[in-house]
């Protein structure tokens, strides 16, 4: 069946560097999304990754391999406002209008 | 700030009653998704429009309902509430059908007593 793996917790120090990682089972692979989401917070896009390689938002990153079935999210010069859950999705293999969700990767930041 | 709003920001029922929840997607989003979120749980996906029709339905409860009306707001109808039906309620928007990139609402809490 379809299924997104996450870790479900990882730790990095402030100004570091960490990546999150994000396997995927499916097919009709059409991209991987991720989102950040804080405590009691919602949830909110930070990007989408239709083709394979690294696409740059500021301080994060992306990347995708669909010949790997894999993705990354890469936080540089991480900062406390960082910790939160990252979710990794894809469309649902049946359905062109529904994501399948990751279990959620929570960060943990240490000074 | 998204631009999608949700009203009631929380919400406090007793077991058996009915509330509805309400959603107005971003200026020019014509989908709307409806999420579920428990405690420390992750994102229960619920049912999406697009432009006024249903295009996807989750592991919505038979007593959960939603629509989406013509000026492209949605509503939620969850009834004959249950304890276990506490949770943060999330709408989210899309331009298209396309649930690649959605944004999200502050959410609902529902707390069932």
């Known amino acids: 069946g379809q299924s997104l793996e996450q870790p479900s917790e990882v730790t990095a120090v402030e100004g570091a560097i960490v990546q999150i990682n994000c396997t995927y089972q499916t097919s009709g692979f059409y991209g991987l999304s991720w989102y950040q989401q804080h405590d009691g917070g919602a949830p909110t896009f930070l990007s989408y990754?239709?083709l394979d390689g690294l696409e740059e938002t500021g301080r994060f990153s992306s990347f995708l391999s669909r010949s790997d079935s894999y993705g990354y999210l890469l936080l540089q010069e991480l900062q406390m406002k960082d910790s939160a859950s990252y979710f990794c999705?894809?469309?649902?293999?049946?359905?062109?209008?529904?994501?399948?969700w990751g279990a959620g990767t929570k960060l943990i930041i240490k000074p | 700030d998204s631009g999608v709003t949700q009203t009631p920001k929380h919400l406090i029922t007793a077991t058996g009653q009915r509330v509805t929840l309400r959603c107005s997607p971003r200026?020019?989003?014509?989908?709307v998704y409806w999420y579920q979120q428990s405690l420390d749980q992750g994102l229960q996906f619920l049912i999406q429009?697009?432009?006024?029709?249903?295009?996807a339905k989750g592991n919505i409860l038979e007593r959960f309902s939603a629509q989406q009306f013509p000026d492209l707001h949605s509503e939620l109808n969850l009834s004959s509430l249950e304890l276990g039906d506490s949770a943060l309620y999330f709408c989210?928007?899309?331009?298209?059908?396309?649930?690649?990139?959605?944004?999200f609402g502050p959410g609902t809490r529902l707390t069932v007593t």
């Open positions: 990754n239709a």
């Open positions: 989210a928007s899309s331009v298209g059908p396309s649930p690649d990139e959605q944004y």
């Open positions: 999705a894809s469309r649902k293999e049946d359905s062109n209008y529904q994501l399948i």
């Open positions: 429009y697009y432009n006024g029709e249903e295009r």
């Open positions: 200026s020019g989003d014509l989908s």
